[in-house]
């Protein structure tokens, strides 16, 4: 099965960018990278997600590496509301199997 | 209507009692998922069904019966529950097939207690 590592946890100040890396080194050739993140007391939510290139939306952007062996979350401006777990997760193409790996806990200091 | 509801919010059972957590969505989803979480863990994957029909089953013990009656209702049939089996029950649904974008729509959960 296809891995995702990330950092147990890291911390931001208030209104500053945050990077959350994930390395995926045994990602397959179409594997799609997707990020969730959930927030205490909630079901995880869907962040984002690409296959190759990097892809922005409201809530973020994701950096692919060239060689897709990792990825990198982007919070352009840190809110206390984005205090959440971030999980990076690999979904094969045309596949429902959704597996969440230990996810990093953001901390976000006022 | 992005809403997955699940009911009810909190469930506490003894070990020889029979339940049900019920998830319910109205989005047109044909792909609905169980997920196991204890406390400060990830969410783990239980069940998969795509198209009403049981497409991923992660050798859960038999005393966890998924039942998908349609394509809105998910439903998880509980008996002879153990204590280590407390946990967060996580529904989810999202498009299925060729249409999945992997964007998965979660509920705020069953929180069970077994006694």
């Known amino acids: 099965d296809a891995k995702t590592t990330q950092p147990n946890s890291m911390e931001s100040n208030e209104e500053e960018p945050v990077h959350l890396p994930c390395n995926h080194s045994?990602?397959?050739?179409?594997?799609?990278i997707h990020w969730y993140r959930q927030l205490p007391s909630q079901g995880p939510e869907y962040v984002i997600h690409?296959?190759?290139s990097n892809v922005n939306n409201r809530m973020a952007s994701l950096a692919i590496a060239e060689d897709r062996k990792s990825s990198t979350l982007i919070l352009h401006r840190a809110t206390l509301r984005d205090a959440a777990v971030y999980y990076c997760?690999?979904?094969?193409?045309?596949?429902?199997?959704?597996?969440f790996g230990a996810g990093t806990r953001l901390t976000v200091k006022p | 209507d992005t809403e997955v509801t699940q009911t009810p919010k909190h469930l506490v059972m003894g070990m020889t009692n029979k339940k049900s957590l019920k998830c319910e969505q109205h989005?047109?989803?044909?792909?609905m998922y169980w997920y196991k979480q204890k406390a400060k863990k990830p969410p783990e994957l239980m069940f998969v069904?795509?198209?009403?029909?049981?497409?991923i089953n992660e050798s859960v013990p038999s005393r966890f019966s998924p039942e998908c009656p349609n394509s809105s209702l998910l439903n998880l049939h509980l008996h002879a529950l153990q204590p280590e089996d407390s946990a967060l029950y996580l529904c989810?649904?999202?498009?299925?097939?060729?249409?999945?974008?992997?964007?998965?729509?979660f509920g705020e959960g069953s929180r069970l207690t077994v006694l």
């Open positions: 989810a649904s999202s498009q299925a097939g060729r249409k999945n974008t992997g964007e998965l729509f």
């Open positions: 045994t990602i397959s050739g179409t594997d799609y």
């Open positions: 690409g296959l190759t």
């Open positions: 997760i690999l979904r094969p193409y045309n596949n429902n199997d959704m597996r």
């Open positions: 989005m047109g989803h044909r792909a």
């Open positions: 069904y795509s198209y009403e029909k049981l497409s």
